[in-house]
């Protein structure tokens, strides 16, 4: 799978609208882009994926540009409920790929 | 829906003991769970990978005798950590999914070994 690279942390604050990059310039065809976040001491909570469309959900939306080197996660309202670690990882759907976690990026939201 | 659970949610355990962790599937059926392992300020790495009615696959350097993986039924995994030793406390999460499908991951269990 390729590899991701994200900023190791950002802050944001509450209210305002959280835009977490990522870059994967080695993605391939069949790869997909997922992020997922990790709260203080609980397992990972998957937040959404996508191939090369934009994609939104009831927590978050996903811009992939065109060429689909990178990506952002918005998170349109942040809370303090939002701080947490935020991975983005790619990964191809064929078989039982796995997910493999990077460092990922430290969300502080700050009221 | 998409929910995964794990049990116990924490343990304590003396050196030496072995320890069962459970990982359940509540309103789907995995065809594949996973259990991962995170020590402190680190992230997730991958132990193994369950597949229902098949041995496990361990990554390199994950000792099968040490860490048994059963996956008997299509919502059920059970890791079993053998001669617990202080080195393997840790926070172990399992996931499951259906083949090709997206991971949705357990709360973890936080293992301590005295």
């Known amino acids: 799978d390729a590899k991701t690279t994200q900023p190791t942390s950002m802050d944001c604050a509450e209210g305002r609208a959280a835009n977490l990059p990522c870059n994967h310039s080695t993605i391939s065809g069949n790869e997909y882009v997922y992020w997922y976040r990790q709260i203080h001491s609980q397992g990972p909570q998957y937040i959404i994926h996508?191939?090369?469309n934009n994609e939104t959900n009831e927590m978050a939306s996903l811009i992939i540009t065109e060429d689909r080197k990178s990506s952002t996660l918005i998170l349109p309202h942040a809370t303090l409920r939002d701080t947490a670690v935020y991975y983005c990882i790619v990964r191809a759907l064929s078989g039982y790929s796995t997910l493999t976690f990077g460092k990922g990026t430290m969300l502080l939201v700050s009221p | 829906g998409a929910v995964v659970s794990q049990h116990p949610s924490w343990v304590i355990c003396k050196s030496g003991t072995s320890v069962k962790i459970e990982c359940r599937s509540l309103?789907?059926?995995?065809?594949?769970m996973f259990w991962y392992r995170q020590f402190p300020k680190q992230s997730l790495m991958l132990m193994a990978t369950?597949?229902?009615?098949?041995?496990?696959?361990?990554e390199q350097g994950v000792e099968k005798d040490k860490f048994l993986i059963n996956h008997a039924s299509l919502t059920l995994s059970t890791l079993t950590v053998t001669s617990a030793h202080p080195e393997d406390s840790s926070f172990y999460i399992c996931?499951?999914?259906?083949?090709?499908?997206?991971?949705?991951f357990g709360p973890g269990t936080r293992l301590l070994v005295l």
């Open positions: 996931s499951a999914s259906l083949i090709q499908e997206t991971q949705y």
């Open positions: 996508g191939l090369k």
């Open positions: 309103d789907f059926q995995a065809t594949t």
């Open positions: 369950s597949n229902e009615g098949s041995k496990a696959t361990y």
